[in-house]
């Protein structure tokens, strides 16, 4: 038996204009599906990150990556766990985390 700390979801769009966060990271909205529903996918960045730098690390890791026609990103599993009415939060942290464990 395997543990997946990812789950693979498929991007769908933006789910609204880049942001920010209160101490000033960039966060990026994606509409993503995984299994069938959707969630609103929000990507904050280290602080001094762009949301460029942030989605060329996630590209170069691996965990974001173009399938067919499709752009695919894999999610922490345990940010999962934690959304809030489809709503999840993933901080570029916690793919660092992942880097280590993988």
Known sequence: MSLNL???ATIIGLA????????GRAVLSLNVEIDGTTYE??????QGQGIEQALNYLANAKYLAKNGNKFTIEVPTWTLAKAKGNVVWVH???YEKLKGTT
């Open 41 to 46: 996918l929000n990507i904050v960045t280290k």
């Open 92 to 94: 570029v942290e916690d």
């Open 6 to 8: 990812t789950t693979i």
């Open 16 to 23: 609204k204009r880049p942001g920010q966060t209160r101490d």
